[in-house]
């Protein structure tokens, strides 16, 4: 959601200084307006890491989700879209609900509803989409070889209690900071019809308050309880790929032993 204008408090945005002391990328390049998508974001990512290489530059790609990170990182083809089919899965979402498209999708693909939880509408309709148009979800998921041969993944543990503490530090700090303030903003700009934008962590929630849909303290809590939940789905995936190095995000030595660990890789 970086790559969204405007979308600076509730995404934790870098700020000005750490951006001119640091080169950052994909970072304020799409309208709000503007539907992102796995495909854009792999292509403009892969774009920045070329012309770093070409540079002889190291690039960091840092954070996200595990689908954004592997589309990125690895082997991955990005199967084809029909707008009239993803609307007709997503009316089905709408009325049926994601454990019944769940369902559809292991009976025409096990092998990709065993990869997506249930609760994932959206990888859902995606996955019945591709099915549709396809034939198979599960052929295009990533292999696990690296794009870039010699890259390097590095991920940070920190305890379940440590974890939800800070997401709940960060919520708070977001609403000091004036997120509903710049929800509403962007809401004048269009943020109910970016299809992408919208859906974020946290703006969609305070969109629900503005709406009148629930009040702000439970918009606040039930940006701390998604969060938590999407936070712990990401680990889950990468907790299953083999190549991550993982160290202790509280080590007085983390920068010392991240750096030896790469030199042994």
């Not at 309208?31 to 890491?49: E, F, G, K, Y």
């Not at 070329?50 to 840092?62: F, G, I, N, T, Y």
């Not at 999708?105 to 249930?118: G, K, M, Q, V, Y």
């Amino acid at each position: 959601m970086l790559v969204y204008r405007g979308m600076d408090i509730g995404t934790a945005k870098p700020g000005p200084d750490e951006l001119a002391r640091v080169p950052h990328h994909l970072v304020d390049v799409l309208d709000i307006t503007t539907t992102s998508s796995v495909a854009l974001v792999q292509t403009m990512a892969r774009h920045a890491i070329e012309d770093c290489r070409e540079r002889d530059v190291l690039p960091l790609v840092v954070g996200g989700s595990a689908l954004y990170s592997r589309a990125v990182l690895d082997e991955l083809d990005i199967p084809p879209t029909d707008p009239a089919v993803r609307a007709r899965l997503e009316a089905d979402l709408e009325e049926l609900g994601s454990r019944a498209l769940h369902d559809r999708l292991a009976e025409r693909d096990p092998r990709a509803a065993a990869s997506i939880l249930p609760g994932n509408g959206r990888r859902i309709v995606r996955a019945l989409e591709v099915v549709e148009l396809t034939g198979s979800f599960s052929a295009t998921m990533p292999q696990g070889r690296f794009h870039i041969p010699g890259t390097v993944e590095i991920g940070l543990n920190l305890s379940r209690d440590d974890l939800d503490r800070r997401i709940a530090e960060r919520v708070d700090r977001m609403w000091r900071d004036g997120l509903v303030d710049e929800v509403r903003r962007l809401a004048g700009r269009g943020l109910r019809q970016g299809r992408t934008a919208s859906r974020a962590l946290g703006y969609r929630q305070v969109l629900q308050y503005l709406d009148g849909m629930i009040d702000e303290d439970r918009a606040r809590l039930d940006t701390v309880v998604r969060t938590r939940r999407f936070a712990r789905k990401q680990l889950m995936w990468y907790r299953r790929d083999p190549r991550i190095r993982w160290f202790d995000a509280l080590s007085p030595r983390l920068v010392e032993q991240v750096a030896e660990g790469m030199r042994l890789t």
